[in-house]
Nanobody, 126 residues
Framework: QVQLVESGGGLVQAGGSLRLSCAAS????????MGWFRQAPGKEREFVAA????????LHADSVKGRFTISRDNAKNTVYLQMNSLKSEDTAVYYC???????????????????WGQGTQVAVSS
């Protein structure tokens, strides 16, 4: 069993930065890929970024490429999402997720993730 708790969300002006953290409990954390997703009001949850079990391979959605960076620290059981140059369209609830069935691939689809956090709100004012 894996429990995920996100933190670091808040209100920020456009152009600003935030760093989200996701603290995980459970032995599986260091063995599986981790991802960040987001859901804006009235929209479906979408992929933001994912990182392999060892932090080497990373994927970022085109909409955040060059602005957001995912990373992880397995010693701290934590995955991060550094968000720079934030835009109003980045406003959403951000969710951390673990893909417990995988190890060597970096999945992008919601259905490939089986553990989810409760989410943290990010609001970007223009």
């Amino acid at each position: 069993q894996v429990q995920l708790v996100e933190s670091g969300g808040g209100l920020v002006q456009a152009g600003g930065s935030l760093r989200l953290s996701c603290a995980a409990s459970g032995r599986i954390f260091s063995d599986c890929p981790m991802g960040w997703f987001r859901q804006a009001p009235g929209k479906e949850r979408e992929f933001v970024a994912a990182v392999s079990w060892n932090g080497v391979n990373k994927l970022h959605a085109d909409s955040v490429k060059g602005r957001f960076t995912i990373s992880r620290d397995n010693a701290k059981n934590t995955v991060y999402l550094q968000m720079n140059s934030l835009k109003s369209e980045d406003t959403a609830v951000y969710y951390c997720a673990a893909a417990g069935k995988y190890r060597y691939v970096v999945p992008k689809r919601l259905s490939e993730y089986d553990y989810w956090g409760q989410g943290t709100q990010v609001a970007v004012s223009s």
